[in-house]
């Protein structure tokens, strides 16, 4: 009986183990996420952005650099949520449309 339960333990471990285990591919020239690839904010990464125009290419660049999922630029006067997203970059910008801030949420 302890040896059925001691294989049954060891199959169970070893199952919960692979489960684990993630199935990446081995291209290397796929660009690394600025974060752990989990899709969360990372607002240093957009800090190029600071003082350039907020245009929709700068945005995009912005969030690929930031590892964020979805991002937005924020006019001085627009009305937003106030929501905390970990996914999302903002992109704040004067009234010339020149980024001042970017920041996550």
Do not use: W
């Not at 290397?28 to 800090?47: E, H, N, Q, V």
């Not at 991002?71 to 106030?82: E, M, N, S, Y």
């Not at 970990?86 to 010339?96: A, G, K, P």
């Amino acid at each position: 009986m302890f040896r059925i339960r001691a294989s049954l333990a060891t199959v169970l471990v070893a199952a919960a183990l692979a489960g684990c285990s993630t199935g990446g591919s081995s291209d290397a020239s796929a660009p690394a996420p600025a974060t752990g690839g989990d899709g969360r904010c990372s607002a240093a990464g957009a800090d190029f952005t600071l003082g350039k125009q907020g245009t929709p290419e700068l945005l995009d660049q912005a969030r690929k650099a930031s590892g964020a999922q979805i991002a937005r630029i924020l006019k001085p006067h627009d009305v937003v949520t106030l929501e905390y997203r970990s996914e999302r970059l903002n992109l704040n910008v004067d009234e010339q449309g020149k980024v001042v801030r970017a920041n996550c949420g």
